[in-house]
Every structure is written in C-alpha cells, then in structure tokens.
C-alpha cells in the first residue's frame, strides 16, 4: 500500500498496493531473523508485489473492463496482504535497538499503509473488488440528458466556460447521481480497512492515516488546524470578494449577496479552485495581460507539446531528460475507443524508471500547470529510485504533491517570454490581476483540500454515521468553504463520492499541505538563487542551483523524518505558512479596500 504513493500518485490505493501472486511465504511464518535481514526480504517481496500489482493497475485504468478489474484487484488483494503481513511483523522488532537505517524502515513498514486489509484472504478480497468497482464506476461515469450524453471532461469544460447558471446546475446535479450506488461499498469498505486498522493496533483507520507524519496523529491534526488559522482571514476576504461579484453578475435569485456561495457558479465541479471565474472577478483596472490557455492555442501547442515543455522546464534545473518509454507508455489523451480513468496521476511502473503519466490533457491554463504537477511526482520517484524500496516514497504525502506546483509557481510572465509564448512582460502594475488569478487557484482550494479528510476521519471513526454520510459532508463543505448545494441534497445522495479520491480511496489532506508547502518552497528556492523582489514575479527557471536543492531533499525519499527533508531544502524544520502569506499581501491589502463595506461571512 505504500506503493500507492510512489506508484501511481495518485491513483488510489488499489494501484499502488497490491500484489504477489506467488508462493510466497508468509513472512509472519518465518523463523525470527535479525533486523535487517527481515527488511532485506521485506524490499525484495514487496517490490516484486508492488511492481506486479502496478501492471496490474495501469491496465485497469486505461481499459476499464471486467477482466482488467479483476486481475487489478488480485494483485493488489495480494499485495495488500503481503504489506500487513510486514506491517505486523516488523512490530515484533524492537526499534530502538536497531541501526538507524533498519530502525526507519521497520517503522515505514508499519506505517505505509492507507487501505489495509484484516490478515483474511476472503476480507482482503472484497477490499480490493470493491475499490476497484468504485473506481470504475467514477472513471467510465457520464449524465444523460435528453439531448446528449456528457462525460465528466465534457462537463468539466463547461464548467470552465459556462456561465448560464441553469445548466449549470443541471451538470452539477447530473455528475452527482454517479455516486449514490457507491455509498453500500463505501460503508462496507470503511468496516473492512477498520478492522485492518484496528489488527495492526490503530483505533480505527484515521488514526492510522494520520500516524504517517512522523508526529502523533493528534498533534498533526491540529497542525493542520492551526495553518488553516493562519490562511483563513485571506480565504474570507477571498470569498467575500467572489460573492459579492458573482452577485453583480447573476443577481440575487441566483448569487444571493449573504451567506454562502452556491457550489455551481464557481467555474469548477468540485467548487475547489476558482481559476475559471477570473473574468467575473477580476480588479478593474488591473487586468492580467494574459490568458495562458489563449497563448497555448495561439501557439499551437498540442498536448505532447504541453508535456515536453514541462520536461523542458525539469531539464533546465539540470533534471536528466525523460525516459523514452515515458513517451511510449503514457497516456497524455483520452482513448476514444474505451473507457479509462481520466483523473491526473503519475506512475513509476517498476519503482525505478518506468515513468508515466495519465493524464486525458485539455488544451489549456489549467492543465499546463497540472502536467508540471505530475511531472514533478515522476521526477520525486526517479531521485528517490537508489532507496531501499520500502523508502521509496516522499518525505510525507505534502511534499509528493508540492513539488511539481513549487516548479509551476515559476510559470511567471518573464518565463512565458523566454518560452516565446508571451510578446513582452506586463508592467508590475497589473499583477494583482495575475496574483487574484494565483488565488483563486491557490487560496480558494485550502478549506476544499482540508475538508475531504476532516470527513473521512470522522466517518472512520465512527463520528459520522453511515447514515449521516451526506449531511456529515455538506456540514463541512458549508462550514470550511462557504458554499451551499445549490439544489436539495439528502441521504439518497452521496456527495463525496462524485469526487475522485473517495472511490479512489486517496488521501486528501497532502493536497492542504502541499498548497502551503509549496510557497515554503518556493520562496526558499528564490532566496537561494539570491532573487531579489516580489515572489510572485520569481522563476527558478534554468537555475540548476535550485534544481540541485530539490534533487538532493528529492533523493531522500523517506529515509529521514520530514522535517530533515523540510531543513534539506528550507532550512526551516516546520511547515510555514508566512510565505503563503507574504506572497498574497499585495491582494490581501486589495481585497481588505474591496471588502471594507461589505458584510464578510457566512
Ligand atoms: O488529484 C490531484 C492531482 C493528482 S495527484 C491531479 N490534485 C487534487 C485534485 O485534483 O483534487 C491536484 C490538486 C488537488
Ligand atoms: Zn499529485
């Protein structure tokens, strides 16, 4: 299961866990062996599972049929069986009297789990049948009218372009009946990765998923509480100032003045990044110069060309060139002979240079960046490949989701020039269109990316009951975000599952870490390439300075507690989110003059 992150990154738990078909002993069954010679065997099954059940995963991705699900989830059936099976055994060595190389592997090795199976091969089956089905019933997911069929691509573009709100809200209902039938399998999956939890000694499956940040899983949750502490005032404004224009564009029946914003008006499917309502919100006199996805088509680029300009970008760190089975393998456009599951990740096949990417790329702003976003997850696997297996994977899940959004934070004006891409670069005075436009991308997605765990922890832990599911969510996207159904929900619905990573079974609270940690990033990056100025206006392109200071805390893996990571790259050993901060506070002055005499709240 650690392999779901170093593996397909995103891609579920399924993928990445999974594994050995073979005859392989029960590590459990052996004879007590030393320390390290117990990891060493460990490395060695584990990643011949996790290689085996990655073939397995990228097929049932890309071809979602019967046959390809099945052979997905028994590899991953056995894999997962195989990593809880370490998992216990690695709890019979006493840590503290192990080298410190063996030390932290024995404790990855009980930690690295994110959908464990009880010790029960009929358990760990059903587990992995019922990932996989759900996965598949979101990937090959579409609504029908009585005109057309829309699949969620189809549906996630009008979203970006549309602003007639009643289809709108017809798309955001439509998307949503994909999920009711989910809801049985996710309660039954819930109690069987409880109960796996619980055989390796976690009250329930949120303690563990938050004893994988190398604190106690309390601190860390109210960690994370406190940075949302310190973002939220600019989240309010941000909110604020968004109601208040949808508003003036859609009048009070559809955008009410007060309260929270409905979810369908927010140019996304998900209300988590706001990117696409730019134009109705933008400041007056202050317009950003540019629209990158006009400067794509101008360009011609097709998507290969999105993607090689990514690499282009890694290259000019000192980053070696991508390999030439990541341009064979990948899958960079939705097949239209079948279906696949189009949601963004990134894969290192066989744990050590088989890169790819699946993506089904649009043409535009919002996937130039989330190419740079995968790429980086490809470039993070391939530092670490010289680890042991078991410490193949990132410092913590943040900085695997940081690392290619720290090298996008570099997409500025000046970089698009030296592409070609852009004629000249626009006067400072116009960037508080280009930093609205970073915070409706960047800030808008804070309390969305801190949300979806805040539920599954409470429905893991029994504090949202099964059949409270839906109000449980609603309850948090109301409080956290601001923003209302915009039809009737009820318990017949199953919200959280029309969003990717509930079928896909990712954690989510990465993403909240990593949308901070990757200003962290970036601003120690700028400073060391001695940049003087606004952060925003600083790229790191062609610097392989800062290529090198990402390569050397990259090839760390999880060979080290993160905050030595953090230091590697920092040199600060916490997460901080002044530079998040800092590099808003020209929007946040704006936004607080905006704002002065309106009513701000929800
Ligand atoms: O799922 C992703 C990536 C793959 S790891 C495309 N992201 C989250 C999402 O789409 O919900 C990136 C940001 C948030
Ligand atoms: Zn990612």
Redesign the pocket.
Known sequence: MKKMIQTA???TALMSSAACQSVTPNPADNAKVSAREFVKKANQELSEAAENASHAAWLSSTYINIDSQMVSAKAFQEYNLLSVQYAKKAATYDESQQEADVARQLKRLKLDLVLPAPDDRQEAKKLASIGLKMEAMYGSGEYCNDERCYSLEDMVKIFAESRDSKLLKELWEGWRNVSPPMRPLYQKQVNIANAGAQDLGFANLSELWRSNYDMAPDAFAQDVDAQWGKVKPLYEALQCHVRSELNQHYGNDVAPQSGKIPAHLLGNM?A??WGNVYELVKPENSEQSYDLTELIAEAGMTEMDMVKTGEAFFSSLGFEPLPDTFWERSQFIKPRDREVVC????WNVDNVDDLRIK?CIKKDAEDFQ?VH??LG?NYYQRAYNQQPFILRGAANDGF??AIG?TVALSITPSYLVQLGLLEEEPPVEEDLGYLMNMALNKIA?LP??LL?DKWRWQVFSGEIAPEDYNKGWWKLREDYQGVSAPVDRSERNFDPGA???IPGN?P?T??FL??IQQFQFHRALCDEIGYEGPLHRCSIYNNTNAGEKLQTMMAMGTSQPWPDAMEALTGQRELDASAIIDYFAPLMSWLEEQNKDRQCGW
């Open positions: 990154l995103i891609a998900w988590q990044t949601h963004a990740s990134a993506m989330v976003h995968e997850h695997h989701e959004d997605f969305f990316g979806v969003k990717y990573h990712t989510y990465r993403y990593a949308f």
